[in-house]
């Protein structure tokens, strides 16, 4: 069986580009709403602790995708009479001919 290849840099890189595309608006719609209905004005509320928290929340963020990028998993196919080491007899799925429920 082949050994699993890890996660390219530039896999990686994409995948925590994606974090921020998502994250970053929903931190900013949420900042906004937020704003408007709490605080009328910017540097009463975008003080120091609030950008921290921002800041950090988006780190933690990606340190846990580049964790769970960078772990390497193993599946291994069960042939059916429960030994594991046996190679599968085909890697075909099977056929599904009765659709009754």
């Known amino acids: 069986m082949e050994e699993p290849m ?9 995948s925590l580009l ?4 998502v994250t970053l608006p929903m931190t900013a719609f949420l900042t ?3 704003f408007n ?11 120091f602790s609030h950008n921290l928290a921002t ?4 780190v933690i963020s ?8 960078s772990q390497e998993t193993e ?3 069960d042939p059916g009479n429960g030994d594991l080491t046996q ?7 099977p056929e599904l001919t009765d659709l009754t429920f």
């Open 75 to 77: 599946v291994v196919m």
């Open 87 to 93: 190679e599968p007899a085909t890697s075909e799925l």
């Open 62 to 69: 990606i340190v846990a995708t580049a964790i769970a990028l």
């Open 32 to 34: 906004y709403h937020n």
């Open 18 to 21: 994606s974090v921020l595309a």
């Open 6 to 14: 890890p996660p390219s840099d530039i896999c990686i890189l994409i």
């Open 55 to 58: 800041i950090v929340s988006l």
């Open 37 to 47: 209905l709490r605080l009328q004005t910017w540097h009463e509320y975008l003080n």
